[in-house]
């Protein structure tokens, strides 16, 4: 028996971009309409990309604020959910798996349009017509979304959904970094931003690739988070001139760097640590866009790649879902309540993040328990 939806839930919004998040606990819960299905949010992460977007701080490719946001704006693009109701063209015998109880991902990309270069190319992430849960639909700070049921992000049901939902943007992300990075076993990897939830992600893929990595950050919890996975660890506060060091510890200079601090200052070194041949792999995106900080002659001379990572493919999602639900990559995940949102937003300003903090929307206080064990 398909479970009982509500006609009202909790969701937490913010009316104008810059303005305070409320929550509100009688906002209409959406039916799904053709090729859609309705699931309940159980768990998302929060992402630096969902405190730009509130705050109003969120740049474009222009380096200018993106303005064309959906108000109120709800936002959320780490979510795990269950489909709880289905559109009314469904279900289907073509697609079997969409179907009332389906564990399902609400990720960064919301629609595409299928039919560009970018879609049939594999590379959706960068489809002109495509919508997306921060800017344009609501997101996973609610109860109950809808989801198209054409680019649909549908889980293997053992995953644990209390992990799983920052993979499906942080995770994703450095993993098509580390991607692009074109790593050999070996190599020397540095992650700026190390010990953040989406440098974590940076570290382990990279692991995973068979390269050395060196994660620079701040901080003994970040330290101790870092070195935890295997990985050489530099604190920028304390340590002397950043790229003598590097240069020294991996033997003239990185083969890649992956920046994924969204500050303008993890960017101003990065090339500079790099080798004669190695890629700079840029992934976090600093308010007002930002810039790097690197000579033309630099790059000529030194023969240097610079590559961007805007997320990554549903193909390349499931692939970094995998190397997780093997157990190759254990992302450190701190479970909050609901409520905590507009204090994680501070504490993310701050940057006393280590790890990922994942909301507990709908919840499960046995995979919670599970979850917790492991860290």
């Not at 108000?71 to 969409?98: F, K, M």
């Not at 921060?134 to 992000?153: K, M, N, P, R, S």
Request: aromatic content about 6%; charged content about 20%; glycine content about 14%.
């Amino acid at each position: 028996m398909p479970p009982t939806v509500p006609e009202r839930q909790t969701v937490a919004l913010v009316r104008s971009l810059g303005g305070p998040i409320e929550f509100v606990d009688d906002y209409a819960v959406q039916k799904p309409g053709v090729n859609e299905v309705l699931a309940r949010v159980l768990y998302t992460g929060v992402c630096q990309s969902d405190l730009h977007t509130a705050r109003g701080t969120a740049a474009g490719a222009d380096g200018k604020p993106i303005t064309a946001i959906k108000l109120p704006h709800i936002g959320g693009h780490e979510g795990i959910g269950r489909i709880v109701s289905l559109g009314p063209n469904l279900p289907s015998e073509s697609e079997p798996e969409i179907r009332i109880g389906a564990l399902v991902g609400i990720r960064f990309a919301s629609r595409i349009c299928r039919r560009c270069e970018f879609c049939l190319g594999g590379r959706e992430q960068y489809c002109q017509r495509q919508t997306n849960h921060l800017h344009h639909e609501d997101g996973a700070f609610q109860e109950y979304v809808c989801l198209d049921a054409g680019y649909l992000t549908i889980l293997p049901q053992d995953v644990d959904p209390v992990v799983m939902g920052p993979v499906l943007c942080a995770g994703l992300t450095a993993y098509k970094a580390v991607l692009n990075a074109e790593l050999e076993i070996g190599n020397w990897l540095v992650v700026i931003g190390a010990g953040g939830g989406l440098g974590q992600f940076a570290v382990q893929y990279g692991l995973a690739k068979g390269a050395r990595v060196l994660g620079i950050d701040t901080g003994p919890t970040k330290k101790n988070l870092v070195e935890s996975f295997g990985a050489r660890f530099l604190d920028f506060k304390i340590s002397g001139y950043l790229v003598d060091e590097v240069h020294a510890i991996t033997g003239g200079g990185a083969h890649a760097v992956v920046v994924t601090a969204g500050s303008s200052a993890a960017f101003a070194a990065a090339a500079d640590m790099l080798r004669i041949g190695g890629t700079m792999c840029c992934s976090g995106i600093p308010p007002g866009g930002g810039h790097i900080e690197t000579t033309i002659a630099a790059i000529v001379i030194k023969g240097l790649k610079i590559k961007g990572n805007l997320t990554g493919s549903l193909k390349e999602c499931l692939e970094a879902v995998d190397l997780v639900m093997r157990g190759v990559v254990k992302p450190k995940i701190l479970v909050r309540p609901f409520g905590d949102l507009p204090r994680i937003y501070e504490e993310l300003e701050r940057g006393d993040v280590a790890g990922r903090i994942v909301l507990r929307i709908g919840g499960d206080q046995t995979m919670e328990a599970k979850a917790t064990s492991r860290l």
